[in-house]
């Protein structure tokens, strides 16, 4: 089975500083990753994803993320971040080999940017 | 136009009534999904339909029932509702066959709350 760990459970940053959201997996099989962004009352949005090729996966809004296979990691950086990236992040598994499409998900971050 | 669209985003709802929550996507995908987000905001996958067949069930009360009329509709309906039941509910669909992979697409969620 599958699993995924999110390692902090809220990240306080000032505005304009890098930041980065860790993520942990645990499978015996090969997967997909991916993290999604949730602003608030809202669903959820792929930010990134990482299928296969190159480790450094770079999404939407200026996040990017770097697949560890050794360490099975999968964490999330920003360079710089906005006071509007305040918002729940997920990081989730899929087995590549899956044909139902069963996401896990981890338990989620909180960003908080302050000014 | 919304591609996965819930109704409705709020209900409020007495303890032992049944309700129902409607999703319907409009990106001709295959594969639809409920998840529900617990108080902590963890989620986790409910029910997938893959073209009006159940493919997935996790271990959910029977007292949740999906139904999914064509592949582009998939309601749930839940009987005898409990406080337990507050959640919020997520509808999500995805692409056939290897396009799992590639990532959902989520409707902004029914939040439901029990009293």
């Known amino acids: 089975a599958q699993s995924v760990t999110q390692l902090d459970s809220q990240v306080p940053v000032f505005e304009e500083a890098p930041v980065e959201l860790r993520c942990n997996y645990s499978s015996s099989v090969s997967v997909y990753l991916f993290w999604y962004v949730q602003y608030p009352n809202q669903g959820l949005q792929l930010l990134l994803k990482?299928?296969?090729?190159?480790?450094l996966v770079k999404g939407i809004n200026g996040f990017e993320a770097e697949f560890n296979k050794s360490q099975t990691s999968f964490h999330l950086r920003k360079p710089s971040v906005h006071i509007s990236d305040t918002a729940e992040y997920f990081c989730?598994?899929?087995?590549?080999?899956?044909?139902?499409?069963?996401?896990?998900f981890g338990q989620g971050t909180t960003l908080q940017v302050k000014p | 136009d919304t591609a996965v669209s819930q109704t409705p985003k709020y209900l409020v709802t007495q303890m032992g009534n049944d309700k129902s929550i409607k999703c319907e996507q409009n990106?001709?995908?295959?594969?639809m999904y409920w998840y529900k987000q617990d108080s902590k905001k963890f989620l986790k996958i409910m029910f997938s339909?893959?073209?009006?067949?159940?493919?997935i069930n996790e271990t959910v009360p029977n007292r949740f029932s999906p139904k999914s009329p064509d592949k582009a509709h998939l309601n749930l309906h839940i009987n005898s509702l409990e406080l337990g039941d507050s959640a919020v509910y997520f509808c999500?669909?995805?692409?056939?066959?290897?396009?799992?992979?590639?990532?959902?697409?989520f409707g902004s969620g029914t939040r439901l709350t029990v009293v």
């Open positions: 339909y893959n073209n009006k067949e159940l493919i």
């Open positions: 990482y299928l296969s090729g190159s480790t």
């Open positions: 990106l001709g995908h295959d594969t």
């Open positions: 989730a598994v899929l087995k590549s080999s899956s044909n139902t499409g069963k996401l896990i």
């Open positions: 999500a669909s995805s692409p056939p066959g290897p396009g799992v992979g590639y990532g959902y697409t």
